[in-house]
């Protein structure tokens, strides 16, 4: 198995543990029986997901947001060129 492969698998079994699908399975079961608590709570291997899903829905930072972008698209002067980040060359 060639080394990349390897650390491919290494970060699949990070991001789905052995064994998840039957812990969501039997999470299901006992909300239908009425408990309350979370799944995270009693599983590992669900707490593990949830916490790989939530490094992944770490903000974006290449794009400009907030008063950053509002502060270029009131620029002046410069070379002139009119570009926008949503239109293209002149906002178009």
Known sequence: MPHTEFINW???FRERP???QEDQRTF???RSFGYKGKAESL???L????????????P????PK???LEK?????GGDGSGWSPIGGIDGK
């Open 10 to 12: 290494c970060k699949f």
């Open 18 to 20: 052995p064994g998840w």
């Open 28 to 30: 299901l079961m006992m």
């Open 43 to 45: 599983f590992p291997s």
């Open 47 to 58: 707490k593990q997901i949830k916490r790989e899903q939530e490094k992944k829905q770490e």
């Open 60 to 63: 974006d930072r290449a794009v």
């Open 66 to 68: 907030g008063k950053f």
């Open 72 to 76: 270029m698209l009131k620029a002046t």
